[in-house]
Each structure stands twice: as C-alpha cells, then as structure tokens.
C-alpha cells in the first residue's frame, strides 16, 4: 500500500477532454478516500475531485460539472474524466490517497498519506 501512480496527462486545446488514471499499488477499497488536486506555477496546491471508500464524490467549484471521478476496485484505479478543459486548467495534477479518517478536510493536501508524483496537464487557448 501506498505506491499511486498518475498516468494520461497531455496537450489538449481549450475545449478537449482528457482521462487521467491513478494506479494504486494496494487495494482502493482500503483508503478511506482518494483524491485529485492540481498545482499550476506559483500557486498553492489545490482540490480538484475526491470519491471516498462509500463512493461519494465531492468537487471544487471550478470544475463541477466538468471533472468526473470514478474508481475501478478491480483494476485498482482511481480516474479523473476531464470535460470542456480550459485554459486555467493546465497544472500537475496529482493523486493522493487517505488510509484513515481524521480532522482534516477532504480539501486540505495534508490529510492525504500518500501521492503520486504528477502528471502535467496542459490546455492551449
């Protein structure tokens, strides 16, 4: 447990769609939640989707409607559907992963465990 793995990043033009996947090197169903966040240059890290273990799912403002996250317990993989991208979406994004409950907010990066090591997202106007 503990190893996730981004992969489906890119260039798109503004308008496009792009499917980013988080493999987990243990079960999903074990962490209580997973989540994507995106870091774009100079900026702080930031929410973008989470499921948790029950498979709800929350969203940042900025991309509800757009994003979809989704998770396949077979294949171990967590996904992020990314629909209508647009510019102010180019950034890393990475996936992260909570293996127990705490105060933190689903939103906070330092509630998460474990992460990824990213994969950059680019979207031209």
């Known amino acids: 447990q503990g190893q996730l793995v981004e992969s489906g990043g890119g260039l798109v033009q503004a308008g496009g769609s792009l499917r980013l996947s988080c493999a987990a090197s243990g079960r999903t169903e074990s962490y209580v939640r997973m989540g994507w966040f995106r870091q774009a240059p100079g900026a702080e890290r930031e929410f973008v989707a989470v499921?948790?273990?029950?498979?709800?799912?929350n969203y940042a403002d900025a991309v509800k409607g757009r994003f979809t996250i989704s998770r396949d317990n077979a294949k171990n993989t967590v996904y992020l559907q990314m629909n209508s991208l647009k510019f102010e979406d180019t950034a890393v994004y990475y996936c992260?992963?909570?293996?127990?409950?705490?105060?933190?907010?689903?939103?906070?990066?330092?509630?998460?465990?474990?992460w990824g090591q990213g994969t950059q997202v680019t979207v031209s106007s």
């Open positions: 992260a992963a909570a293996n127990r409950f705490g105060s933190t907010s689903h939103k906070d990066p330092s509630g998460y465990h474990y």
């Open positions: 499921i948790w273990r029950a498979d709800s799912t």
